[in-house]
């Protein structure tokens, strides 16, 4: 919407620069629907005290934000700015910062500790190794095996006695 009538109002004063013809501010307020008055009053308005420290405490609280890498949410903020001697309630930064468009990285309250136990039909031999020696104790891998995947590496820590007996 004001991206519109600032488009308007650009080529009406583009239409009257080429006509060789003076912008007239009343003619503009006129066809923005604004008083005199009010453009006045808008010209010369001074931000009053409290929408000063409104600023200055949504800077410190951007500060803070970015400091904790965006983890930090309106109660870890509260005390940073309690520290530095700023009154202000929890619910109060929280409103700044549902204004200001941030809010905390949200994490797991648990972490998952155990796996699918049919781990064993997803491992892969990507290797190529030969799990079948020809005799018993025979050391088929004298170090550890360093292997990647797209999640990661997997090591073989293990050394295992892998000849069967024929029965």
Same mark, same amino acid.
């Given at each position: 919407? &004001?991206?519109? !009538? ?6 009406? &004063? ?12 009343? #003619? ?9 008055? #009010? ?33 930090? #949410? ?9 520290? &530095? ?16 468009? !941030? ?9 998952? &500790? ?29 170090? !550890? ?6 999640? #990661? ?15």
């Amino acid at each position: 919407m &004001t991206e519109a !009538i600032y488009l308007e109002v650009s080529e009406k &004063t583009e239409a009257a620069k080429k006509a060789g013809r003076r912008v007239s501010v009343s #003619g503009m307020l006129k066809f923005l629907g604004v008083s005199r008055s #009010g453009y006045l009053a808008w010209l010369h308005h001074v931000p009053s005290d409290t929408e000063k420290r409104r600023k200055a405490v949504k800077a410190k609280i951007q500060d803070i934000y970015d400091d904790s890498k965006q983890n930090y #949410g309106a109660p870890k903020i509260t005390v940073e700015l309690r520290k &530095t001697g700023e009154v202000i309630s929890e619910r109060t930064v929280g409103t700044y910062m549902r204004q200001m468009g !941030i809010r905390a990285q949200w994490s797991k309250p648990w972490t998952i &500790t155990t796996k699918d136990s049919d781990f064993s039909t997803e491992l892969q031999n990507i290797l190529d190794e030969q799990f079948n020696p020809d005799r018993p104790n025979a050391v088929w891998c004298s170090d !550890i095996t360093y292997i990647w995947t797209i999640d #990661g590496f997997v090591y073989l820590t293990s050394v295992m006695d892998l000849f069967s007996r024929k029965s």
